[in-house]
């Protein structure tokens, strides 16, 4: 059996330890800050970090040094170089949804956009982490899904983001209903026939094949059978 003990320091902002003390009864231990301790003594998690950039060209100093600076180890931290318009590719951070976090750990990055670029994605990645029990923290936004107020936020957010996108699908179908309506002049009308269906129907008629038609008219064959079909 090892022995446990909780040792405070004195005054008002001591840190707590929990030294182990092994069966040897030697003088050293292993001592866990408060920092990892719950508030019913149970360890917590650790703080995970991701960063990315868009581009090779971009540096990633800026964000890794924000969040070592909140708290997050290097050997915690998972960076990439990559655009975030996608899932594909972005390997740092599949290994961190799924092998580099646990249960309790807290997942940290500077803004949501270096996580995710779009709402689907964003809400996708945030039920991954829910379902492992793992919190989000933003740096530069008011997000920590570990508070009530922080889980409220995020999900206004993703609402309005969700809205934003539903908003911009309608003008989107709107602009291009309006472009129809002109007739000839919308530039939605199409490209104009590039196969004269007169010069098909004649050589068709003098009993050329398919295959002969469209070589004199320099087409593809199954352009030939199309207009064909609808003689």
Same mark, same amino acid.
């Given at each position: 059996m090892y022995d446990l003990c909780i040792l405070t320091q004195d005054g008002e902002n001591a840190s707590k330890y929990v030294r182990l003390d092994f069966p040897n009864h030697l003088s050293d231990g292993y001592d866990l800050q408060d920092s990892h301790i719950g508030q019913k003594g149970q360890v917590m998690g650790?703080? $995970?970090?991701?960063a990315r950039v868009s581009s090779r060209g971009q540096s990633l100093d800026v964000q890794e040094d924000a969040l070592i600076k909140a708290g997050v180890s290097p050997e915690h931290l998972y960076s990439e170089k990559v655009s975030g318009r996608?899932?594909? &590719?972005?390997?740092?951070?599949? %290994? @961190?949804l799924g092998r580099g976090i646990r249960k309790g750990d807290t997942v940290v990055c500077t803004r949501l956009d270096r996580l995710a670029r779009s709402t689907r994605d964003l809400l996708e990645i945030a039920k991954t982490l829910e379902d492992k029990g793992v919190h989000l923290r933003v740096l530069e936004q008011p997000i920590d899904t570990s508070t009530?107020? /922080?889980? @409220?936020?995020? #999900? $206004?957010? &993703?609402?309005? /983001? %969700?809205?934003?996108?539903? $908003?911009r699908a309608e003008r989107q179908r709107e602009g291009i209903d309006a472009a129809l309506a002109k007739g000839d002049a919308s530039p939605f009308k199409g490209r *104009?026939?590039?196969?004269?269906?007169?010069r098909v129907a004649k050589l068709r008629a003098e009993g050329?094949? *398919? #295959?002969? $038609?469209?070589?004199?008219? /320099?087409i593809a064959r199954s352009s030939v059978y199309r207009y064909l079909q609808a003689i």
């Amino acid at each position: 059996m090892y022995d446990l003990c909780i040792l405070t320091q004195d005054g008002e902002n001591a840190s707590k330890y929990v030294r182990l003390d092994f069966p040897n009864h030697l003088s050293d231990g292993y001592d866990l800050q408060d920092s990892h301790i719950g508030q019913k003594g149970q360890v917590m998690g650790e703080l $995970i970090g991701y960063a990315r950039v868009s581009s090779r060209g971009q540096s990633l100093d800026v964000q890794e040094d924000a969040l070592i600076k909140a708290g997050v180890s290097p050997e915690h931290l998972y960076s990439e170089k990559v655009s975030g318009r996608s899932r594909d &590719g972005r390997q740092a951070l599949a %290994e @961190l949804l799924g092998r580099g976090i646990r249960k309790g750990d807290t997942v940290v990055c500077t803004r949501l956009d270096r996580l995710a670029r779009s709402t689907r994605d964003l809400l996708e990645i945030a039920k991954t982490l829910e379902d492992k029990g793992v919190h989000l923290r933003v740096l530069e936004q008011p997000i920590d899904t570990s508070t009530a107020a /922080g889980k @409220l936020f995020f #999900t $206004i957010l &993703g609402a309005f /983001g %969700e809205f934003e996108a539903t $908003i911009r699908a309608e003008r989107q179908r709107e602009g291009i209903d309006a472009a129809l309506a002109k007739g000839d002049a919308s530039p939605f009308k199409g490209r *104009p026939a590039t196969v004269d269906a007169g010069r098909v129907a004649k050589l068709r008629a003098e009993g050329k094949t *398919p #295959t002969q $038609i469209a070589k004199d008219l /320099g087409i593809a064959r199954s352009s030939v059978y199309r207009y064909l079909q609808a003689i």
